[in-house]
């Protein structure tokens, strides 16, 4: 269904909410140069406002590493905001600033070896840029043309075919990520509903991983998809970036009219 008044009402009176957005192409449009990418002032604005709402907490879920999260998000240590990178491996919370798992030395070092091999196999394709990666590395073609972003997805299927076979493999919008950590965005979604004991979740994204995460929802939840998609698990598809700024502002004013919010008695 499109998004709608109603479909927010179960979360308007939600005792404690968690609102858990990706960022490219949901928060930001998608941008030829990915370290450019910034919120929309709309989507800014209403984050922030969710932000500042009666037991509500907001997180940015993205596959991006927490430490480029936070410069394309402009965020401070004084954020309210919650973030979950690289797909839910790494994390950053107010109170405790940055959790992120060891990583082994045998894994950085294959990281390393496999995202050289990946440059250097790639180097004289147009437009394609391999992406340093917290768990691995990610090959962005959105400026190749198809033949030579095809050349440059074979060639690093095979290096981590040949390399690391044990390695996950995610596609996105023009980018074929590869990883040593299998944490997907349904457990960065569960580990932030947990920490925040959020009673319901609303969840947007507008790409493939995160369908991951909208599968994962419960009765309750809200997922969003932003962006028409021939099939989803969300209950909600928001046409753009806009449209889903408009839904997520019209939530933060219900739950401040409504105000009275006890987030630690039912």
């Known amino acids: 269904m499109t998004a709608g008044a109603t479909a927010i009402d179960p979360l308007v009176t939600a005792r404690r909410l968690l609102v858990a957005l990706d960022f490219d192409g949901t928060l930001s449009p998608l941008h030829d140069e990915p370290m450019k990418a910034r919120m929309l002032p ?6 922030r406002t969710l932000a500042a709402a009666p037991c509500t907490w907001v997180a940015l879920v993205s596959g991006r590493s927490l430490t480029d999260l936070r410069i ?88 981590v075919a040949a390399g690391a076979p044990h390695w996950r493999r995610r596609t996105g919008h023009n980018i074929v990520e590869y990883s040593f950590r299998d ?37 309750g939840d809200l997922g969003v998809r932003v962006g028409e998609a021939a099939v989803t698990a969300a209950t909600v598809v928001c046409p753009g970036i806009p449209a889903l700024a408009d839904l997520l502002a019209r939530l933060a004013a219900r739950r401040r009219e409504r105000g009275g919010i006890d987030c630690e008695h039912a």
Do not use: C
């Not at 944490?183 to 790409?207: C, M, N, P, Q, Y």
């Open 42 to 47: 709309a989507a800014r604005d209403a984050v």
């Open 183 to 219: 944490e997907g965005k349904d457990t960065a979604v569960s580990h932030l509903r947990e920490l925040v004991h959020a009673d319901a979740v609303l969840f947007a994204g507008d790409d493939v991983t995160d369908e991951d995460a909208l599968r994962s929802l419960g009765p």
């Open 72 to 159: 394309i998000a402009e965020h401070r240590d004084d954020s309210p905001i919650l973030l979950a990178g690289s797909h839910g491996a790494e994390y950053w919370t107010p109170d405790a600033g940055l959790a992120e798992p060891d990583e082994q030395p045998r894994d950085v070092v294959l990281r390393d070896r496999l995202r050289a091999e990946a440059e250097q196999a790639t180097r004289h394709l147009h437009g394609v840029w391999i992406e340093p990666k917290t768990f691995g590395f990610g090959v962005h073609t959105r400026m190749a043309p198809p033949a030579d972003a095809k050349a440059a997805n074979d060639a690093a299927d095979a290096i």
